[in-house]
Nanobody, 123 residues
Framework: EVQLVESGGGLVQAGGSLRLSCVAS????????IGWFRRAPGKDREIVSC??????DTYSVESDRFAISNDNAKKTSTLQMNNLKPEDTAIYYC??????????????????WGKGTQVTVSS
């Protein structure tokens, strides 16, 4: 079965860094796009970053602080987050969608989701 398992969340001081990982199984990882999303308390889920495994194209809302990468051999997507701010506090999710384009699919197209990992940034 399809599984997406996030890890790497935790409590960090403002200005610190975290590296989130999403380990995938049950599907052809390199035929999919992987997206990272977050949901802060009282707010809607929003896109953070995405990557097309086939083309390598990436997108990040906070490209100066966040960077996404995939290791296709390990079926793992990594979101490196630096200079974290309290407003980054949220549950972070990874998601997947079969995709062969050079850019990422729209948010509504992702059909597999992990259960999330909590990121808390203290001031």
């Amino acid at each position: 079965e399809v599984q997406l398992v996030e890890s790497g969340g935790g409590l960090v001081q403002a200005g610190g860094s975290l590296r989130l990982s999403c380990v995938a199984s049950g599907f052809a990882f390199d035929d999919y796009a992987i997206g990272w999303f977050r949901r802060a308390p009282g707010k809607d889920r929003e896109i953070v970053s995405c990557i097309s495994s086939s083309s390598g194209d990436t997108y990040s809302v906070e490209s100066d602080r966040f960077a996404i990468s995939n290791d296709n051999a390990k079926k793992t997507s990594t979101l490196q987050m630096n200079n974290l701010k309290p407003e980054d506090t949220a549950i972070y999710y990874c998601a997947a969608r079969e995709w062969y384009g050079i850019s990422c699919p729209s948010t509504s197209m992702y059909n597999y989701w992990g259960k999330g990992t909590q990121v808390t940034v203290s001031s």
